[in-house]
């Protein structure tokens, strides 16, 4: 049972990016997703949630306006779209699967977690 993100990399302030989330071993169609970030010095933040059928979804203050969570159960993948870019979104983006959506907001009801992918925004 696996989760591989992909998608990070280097961008300038006001770009675009598209976080992957791919999963393996079991489906996760069932299963409430979410993006955390670990940004430099800082601790673990939710940044976007989604139930699994996509028709709840949670933002960060932070972000809202410029990410969008989505998902396609049919191939087992979440994405995160991240626009217009700041600086302070450079962080370590990892995505996480869920037991209950009830409790989408507590890193501990995520199951499964994938190794990050690093998002670097220059300014």
């Known amino acids: 049972v696996q989760l591989q993100a992909s998608g990070g990399g280097l961008v300038q302030a006001g770009g675009s990016l598209r976080l992957s989330c791919a999963a393996s071993?079991?489906?996760?169609?069932?299963?409430?997703m979410g993006w955390f970030r670990r940004a430099p010095g800082k601790e673990r933040e939710l940044v976007a949630a989604t139930t699994w059928s996509g028709g709840s979804t949670y933002y960060a203050d932070s972000v809202k306006g410029r990410f969008t969570i989505s998902r396609d159960n049919a191939k087992n993948t979440a994405y995160l779209q991240m626009n217009s870019l700041k600086s302070e979104d450079t962080a370590i983006y990892y995505c996480?699967?869920?037991?209950?959506?009830?409790?989408?907001?507590?890193?501990?009801?995520?199951?499964?977690w994938g190794q990050g992918t690093l998002v670097t925004v220059s300014s």
């Open positions: 996480a699967a869920g037991r209950r959506w009830s409790s989408y907001d507590k890193e501990d009801s995520y199951d499964t």
């Open positions: 071993g079991r489906t996760f169609s069932f299963s409430p």
